[in-house]
């Protein structure tokens, strides 16, 4: 698939969940009116899906390599943890950076065992996601670990009176990410590490580096979506995030992201997370039972991921038909 054609296919699949999108907003909306307020928009919708919104940006780019970071909520909790109890001693300065290097240090870790010591990243980052949940764990004994006022002012603080900040941090972050995947020599190799390793480092690519860099990205954003969490919430606990690493997994497979690699689009990411915001959203707003709210969102990925193969089905058969023909007419 040529670049045009990849280009003209990522554009019908955006569409596509552009349109699911309208549809769920609309029908819900139809439903409930409460869920057209603008204050329930911005203050109640998007800032549930934020954290997830937030680790799925590196997260997409760690699925095009082909691999996946199974530990990132735990990464959250953890570094949340540490952050909160470093503020204790050194204050909200103190608490940040204590926050960021935590989860610098277990993105680099991740990165480590896969990039260098080449364990598969599904392993990887499942033996990390207990390790760094244990340790969040030991370290708090148990208890929950309370917000700071650094943490409390991103998790809390409204632009005008009604639009949270941290919705302004995401349309930023998510900008820069999709910069790096669409428009740099990173967002390049990633594709080609994703599509053929092997071929990719004997053109020149560090692949090693290119992965570290990678769990890098995906450690620090978790460390940042930790201090956003805990601001939210004021309190944190080891378990907090058990469950994290999954819905972000299925946001990213949900916008078309290869788990086999190679593909994938920060646009759809950014769509697929919407769609998620919404659907979470409304089926609360409508009252509808967790048990159903579970098979509604399997519906939905199922019907998403039906869509997204029979499109690649369809724009591969109208790649192929014309050289079949070529070769046909060359024979003759």
């Not at 820069?176 to 599509?195: P, V």
């Amino acid at each position: 698939m040529d670049n045009e054609q990849k280009s003209k296919f990522k554009f019908t699949f955006n569409w596509i969940l552009a349109a699911i999108l309208v549809i769920l907003f609309i029908t819900i909306s139809a439903i409930n009116s409460v869920f057209l307020s603008f204050g329930y928009l911005a203050g109640i919708m998007l800032r549930n899906i934020v954290e997830i919104g937030l680790l799925a940006l590196p997260g997409t780019l760690i699925v095009i390599t082909g691999g996946i970071d199974l530990s990132m909520g735990s990464t959250l909790v953890l570094s949340a943890m540490v952050g909160g109890m470093a503020a204790v001693t050194f204050g909200s300065a103190g608490g940040i950076i204590a926050t960021l290097l935590t989860g610098a240090g277990c993105g680099l870790f991740n990165g480590f065992l896969i990039a260098k010591i080449k364990i598969s990243p599904m392993v990887t980052t499942l033996a990390t996601m207990y390790l760094f949940m244990g340790l969040a764990r030991s370290l708090s004994k148990g208890d929950s670990v309370y917000t700071y006022p650094a943490s409390q002012a991103m998790g809390t603080t409204y632009i005008g009176g009604s639009f949270p900040l941290q919705i302004v941090f995401y349309i930023v972050l998510a900008f820069i990410f999709w910069f790096i995947l669409s428009k740099t020599i990173l967002g390049r190799s990633l594709f080609g590490i994703g599509l053929n390793e092997n071929a990719t480092y004997y053109s020149g690519v560090n692949t090693d580096r290119v992965k570290m860099i990678t769990y890098l990205l995906s450690g620090l954003m978790c460390a940042f979506a930790s201090i956003v969490w805990l601001g939210r919430f004021t309190s944190i606990k080891y378990d907090a995030g058990t469950s994290l690493g999954l819905k972000v997994v299925t946001v990213i497979v949900l916008g078309g992201t290869s788990i086999l690699g190679g593909v994938g689009d920060m646009k759809s990411t950014i769509l697929a997370t919407f769609i998620i915001a919404v659907l979470n959203s409304g089926l609360t707003v409508l009252n509808i039972p967790i048990t159903t709210q579970t098979i509604v969102h399997g519906m939905i990925l199922v019907i998403s991921l039906i869509s997204y193969s029979v499109l690649n089905d369809k724009a591969g058969r109208a790649i192929s038909a014309p050289k079949k023909l070529v070769s046909r007419g060359t024979a003759a």
